[in-house]
């Protein structure tokens, strides 16, 4: 009898090379499934949550679950086989992403060193004069050379030193730049504001994607959208959402509006981001960003607007763009799909095992390591400068939860392959279910283009 293998795309032949498998079943059996090609016109049920349905004529089965399942099927007289993705060599088991770790919070807090919790004010200083006086010297020279060789040098240089500026400034939003919440607030109104960002409506959301990371309706950065949301959008926004470089340029009009499916925003007091005592935090900030931009204003009438457009205005947007580039790509884009929550199933360990680590090569240093993120989205408290080392400490602990990011060349190019890749393919993910994998609309660029 001819063997069947049940896909995302149905039931299909068996080929004699065993596939790599993309996602795992959410399931901890370590079976592995022989499956043969079933009568037509009947209903068959696989487990307890998948429910495979059939009709005359076709093999085309329709699959009534959230998640993307592929099951490697092997003859059982067959003594070896090649590894596939996601199956532990040794032991024959299939590891399933969206299991509960056997390991808990308290286990990696442990595993970290002591000293990786310590806060040095002085040190976190220290990157803060380094990087503003790495922002006047570029900003100085590129007036001074004024020439069309030296102005694309100098705004992805300086538009990178933006985003290590807003790094740091994220750190006192943590409370990881000091102890002092004073000295936080203050370096961190200084530094967002320069780079037009509220400080306080951003720290605030910023505090509520941290404590919700991996949650599909509470999560507040890069969520996905259910599957109700995505087709009331219309086709423009629907387009231009997952078209580069549109939501590389997204961050503003987060700012200022949130994202499809939530109200409310960054600057408004009132907005239902804030609780009722936050909202003096909120003015303030906005009182700053305010500032800021009128003297963005008047520097463009003093200068002129051409002269300002090239020393601030390109490289802002240069900013915005590692910004939404690495927000996006820690969340989103792993060769294997990773999964997402809601319900008794979420939690937040494992919500933020869901995270990814990212090489920047060159760049690391320079944004103050922010491509360590999975340690940073469980244990934000941590400095940035200690982050590599907890990291390390905390990789046996982790696992196959730890998942190594590729490295890098001196600039991050690869990762513009991740980017498109994954906007490609992940655009929103079912109404229905609790542990949820992003899912693919074939009408949007076209099936050519979805594979």
């Not at 079943?25 to 307890?48: A, W």
């Not at 006086?133 to 020439?147: C, I, R, S, T």
């Not at 994202?259 to 009722?276: C, I, N, R, T, V």
């Not at 469980?378 to 998942?403: D, N, S």
Request: hydrophobic share 40%.
């Amino acid at each position: 009898m001819a063997s069947w293998v049940l896909s995302e795309c149905g039931l299909r032949p068996l080929p004699r090379v065993y596939p790599q498998s993309r996602t795992g079943l959410t399931s901890k059996t370590t079976d592995l499934l022989k499956i043969t090609q079933p009568p037509v016109s009947k209903s068959y049920n696989l487990g307890s949550s998948i429910k495979v349905s059939g009709w005359s004529g076709q093999r085309n089965w329709a699959l009534n679950v959230a998640v993307p399942v592929s099951v490697p099927v092997i003859e059982k007289e067959d003594k070896e086989r090649e590894s596939v993705k996601g199956v532990n060599e040794h032991e024959g088991e299939l590891f399933d992403p969206s299991a509960p770790p056997p390991f808990k919070l308290a286990d990696i807090r442990a595993a970290i060193p002591k000293h990786c919790w310590v806060k040095n004010p002085w040190r976190s200083m220290s990157y803060v004069v380094r990087d503003v006086a790495v922002v006047f010297g570029l900003a100085v020279a590129a007036a001074y050379f004024n020439n069309w060789v030296v102005w694309p040098l100098y705004w992805f240089a300086q538009g990178t030193m933006f985003w290590a500026l807003f790094v740091l400034g994220h750190d006192c939003g943590h409370g990881s730049f000091s102890n002092n919440p004073k000295l936080n607030s203050v370096v961190g109104h200084l530094l967002h504001s320069a780079i037009l960002v509220p400080y306080h409506g951003w720290r605030i959301s910023h505090r509520t994607h941290h404590q919700n990371h991996g949650h599909v309706e509470n999560d507040e950065s890069w969520q996905p959208l259910s599957e109700k949301i995505y087709k009331s959008l219309d086709i423009v926004t629907r387009t231009l959402r997952f078209t580069f470089p549109f939501p590389m340029l997204a961050y503003p009009v987060y700012l200022w509006s949130r994202s499809p499916g939530k109200k409310g925003s960054h600057f408004h007091p009132d907005s239902d981001l804030f609780a009722p005592n936050e909202r003096k935090y909120v003015i303030t900030s906005t009182a700053c960003w305010t500032a800021m931009a009128a003297l963005v204003a008047c520097l463009s009438f003093v200068m002129g607007p051409v002269q300002m457009l090239k020393l601030y205005g390109i490289p802002y947007w240069i900013f915005v763009m590692w910004l939404d580039l690495a927000t996006y790509l820690h969340h989103h884009g792993h060769d294997e799909k990773l999964p997402w929550y809601r319900g008794k199933e979420w939690s937040y360990l494992r919500g933020g095992l869901t995270t990814l680590d990212r090489d920047y090569g060159w760049i690391n240093n320079i944004h103050h390591d922010i491509g360590t993120h999975v340690i940073h989205h469980l244990f934000p408290q941590i400095p940035h400068y200690h982050l590599v080392e907890a990291t390390e400490a905390a990789k046996p602990v982790l696992g196959k939860y730890y998942r190594e990011p590729k490295k890098s060349g001196p600039l991050p190019f690869y990762l513009l392959g991740t980017l498109l890749r994954s906007m490609r393919q992940d655009h929103y993910v079912s109404d229905a279910g609790d542990i949820l994998y992003y899912q693919t609309d074939p009408k949007l660029y076209g099936p050519d283009k979805t594979e």
